[in-house]
């Protein structure tokens, strides 16, 4: 079973930035895809970011240019550089990941918090 552990979240004023890190343990058949999704209260899961094998990544219209998605593949963790945050950018985090026999596995979520 393949576990996913986020960190990074927390409260920061508008304009701040905050780095969201996600570690996850061995994936017996490879990773497909890692991403981020975010929930705000009474709202969808939505894709925040997501980066695929080869390095390809895609972000969410609402965060281009502000927030960017990397991985180490050395120490088994996917980050999310969150910059320019704003109040708007306030919900749970997630962090995703999809192996190659089409399994997704989910991270607990971390909350992020945008003050005016």
């Known amino acids: 079973q393949v576990q996913l552990v986020e960190s990074g979240g927390g409260l920061v004023q508008a304009g701040g930035s905050l780095r969201l890190s996600c570690a996850y343990s061995?994936?017996?058949?490879?990773?497909?895809?890692l991403g981020w999704y975010h929930q705000a209260p009474g709202k969808q899961r939505e894709l925040v970011a997501s980066?695929?094998?080869?390095?390809?990544?895609n972000y969410a219209d609402s965060v281009k240019g502000r927030f960017t998605i990397s991985r180490d593949n050395a120490k088994n963790t996917v980050y999310l550089q969150m910059n320019s945050l704003k109040p708007e950018d306030t919900a749970v985090y997630y962090c995703?990941?999809?192996?190659?026999?089409?399994?997704?596995?989910w991270g607990q979520g971390t909350q992020v918090t945008v003050s005016s």
């Open positions: 980066i695929i094998r080869s390095g390809s990544t």
């Open positions: 995703q990941l999809s192996d190659n026999i089409n399994r997704d596995y």
């Open positions: 061995r994936v017996i058949f490879g990773i497909n895809t």
